[in-house]
């Protein structure tokens, strides 16, 4: 499987590229003018972002354009660094370890083989129903019946959310949609992009118009202006994107809709979990560490049903 | 070559976030000690040393556990350097003359002094061996180290570790002071080793 080079993806790539130029160029002017020390707290914290912009959108694009291999391999490394982040936050008991040990060193590459190879009728279902169930049979087995409900669930949880979601952005080469044969690395890289892009604008709004917030016990810094405006951003720009999808301009709309209404929905739910683990001990463990699951968050949502409305409404 | 491979492995697999708290690190002897609840925790403070302190620090470590198999052996004296002891002190043997005499005036060490693996849960009261050792080479300093979540990334019991992450905390140094007792120093190591958690 080998990503074709056309002339979408260089308007895609360039569209990135831009971008980022455009940020860091802002990012520069913005720290010579701006005076104060909160307004230049925030100034340095966006500028981190841009930097780190950069070299994730480097290695991303590394990895699309390497074709199959290079996008399978760069999830199911995400996948694997977010389910360790999940786990490390998720009080476990010894009665566990083999069950942790299946997970991450089993199930999770056995879940990208498969949809390396394209068995959609398994890669769908192994998780859900073949992992769900063996994740208590095994626990169960180790004989240790404290929180025993608990325990599993959170297990099954980090495999749902880190590995069986994320696999999903993969996924999306797998799908075969007439007219659009072998050009799917477009539709990830749209995918990635307007999901990032509209975390991106919804901090941008947040932050220049937020007043209400949306979720204080959750999440204190969504307000309505940054969501409001940031999906409604994102859309728009989803929408002018088209051209790189297999979707007529209405209907990239209503996918970018779709998708960065589930991103916001991912983004709460992960903060909600963070939430209640940190008041635990491992809050600090995180520190300095942390930070796939947070930048992943909203693709975690968004991409099962990205994949499957794509599979539904797109392909044979 | 095997050791800096080794080191980079053991933080890979511990995700270990290594953090000097009040502590600058440096290749002067030095005595670590740390909480212990897995068989990782000596190879991961060794890791988390820079290089120049690395090769001069040995760990100590139970002779029974580290003499069997060849592997074993063979990575406890060429790539650790390590202090082998016995648990049990016998008359003709005693542990303090033994990691004394290998500590020389170059080497550091590397203790656990609760003499055996924890839950993890709490760090259990310590062995009277630090305080002899400290009562011997007076002026050695001491430094606390803290490492978490190393008993769930290898359980007593288990061989095939789950990489979690971890974090190795070095605390601020610490020696025996002038007319100190035995039972109070012991105590107050093991709370400068507890007290990291939260640092």
């Known amino acids: 499987m080998i990503a074709s080079f056309d002339r979408e993806m260089v308007w895609l790539l360039s569209v990135v590229l831009g971008t980022l130029i455009v940020s860091s160029a802002i990012g520069l002017v913005l720290k010579q003018r701006v005076a104060g020390e909160s307004a230049r707290a925030v100034v340095e914290n966006l500028n981190a972002r841009v930097r780190s912009w950069w070299v994730m959108c480097g290695v991303f694009a590394l990895a699309v354009l390497t074709g199959g291999i290079g996008s399978l391999v760069l999830f199911g490394v995400i996948s694997f660094a977010a389910l360790r982040e999940f786990i490390t936050l998720t009080p476990t008991r010894p009665g566990d370890h083999r069950t942790l040990f299946w997970s991450f060193f089993v199930i999770t590459p056995l879940q990208y083989y498969l949809v390396g190879i394209a068995w959609y009728g398994l890669f769908s279902i192994l998780i859900p129903v073949y992992a769900f169930l063996f994740v208590p049979i095994r626990t169960v087995l180790a004989g240790d019946t404290e929180s025993f409900l608990e325990r599993i669930a959170k297990i099954q949880w980090g495999l749902m959310v880190c590995v069986y979601c994320v696999s999903h952005v993969p996924a999306l080469l797998t799908l075969k949609i007439p007219g659009y044969e072998n050009q799917n690395a477009k539709l990830l890289f749209y995918f990635v992009l307007v999901v990032q892009l509209s975390d991106v604008l919804q901090y941008v709004w947040g932050k220049w118009l937020g007043r209400h917030k949306i979720a204080p016990n959750v999440s204190p810094n969504k307000t309505w202006e940054g969501f409001l405006g940031g999906v409604g951003s994102a859309t728009l720009i989803g929408a002018a994107l088209w051209w790189a999808t297999p979707f007529n301009p209405w209907q990239a709309a209503g996918m970018s809709l779709v998708i960065t209404l589930m991103g916001f929905a991912g983004g709460l739910t992960m903060s909600a979990i963070k939430r209640d683990r940190g008041v635990k001990d491992y809050g600090t463990l995180i520190e300095g560490h942390g930070g796939m699951l947070d930048r992943i968050d909203s693709i975690c949502f968004a991409a099962p049903i990205f994949f499957h409305m794509t599979r539904y409404f797109f392909t044979d | ?199």
């Open chain 2, 1 to 199: 070559m095997i050791a800096a491979l080794l080191a980079g492995a053991s933080r890979l697999i511990s995700g270990a976030n290594v953090r000097w708290v009040d502590c600058q690190p440096t290749s002067r002897q030095r005595l670590y000690f740390a909480n212990h609840t897995s068989h990782l925790d000596f190879v991961l403070i060794w890791s988390a040393l820079p290089p120049a302190a690395r090769v001069v620090t040995r760990p100590v470590a139970a002779r029974e556990y580290w003499e069997r198999g060849r592997m074993r052996k063979y990575f406890a004296s060429r790539i650790f350097n390590a202090v082998l002891i016995d648990r049990k002190v016998s008359p003709h043997d005693n542990p303090v003359d033994r990691i004394i005499d290998a500590m020389g005036d170059r080497h550091s060490v590397i203790l656990f002094p609760e003499g055996t693996r924890g839950s993890g849960a709490e760090i259990d009261s310590f062995k009277s061996g630090l305080y002899h050792i400290c009562a011997r080479k007076t002026g050695l300093e001491l430094v606390p180290v803290y490492l978490e979540n190393l008993n769930r990334i290898l359980p007593k019991g288990e061989f095939l570790p789950v990489p979690l992450l971890s974090s190795v905390t070095f605390g601020p140094p610490m020696g025996l002071q002038p007319g100190e007792s035995k039972a109070a120093f012991l105590e107050r190591a093991r709370a400068a080793v507890w007290n990291l958690r939260r640092a």
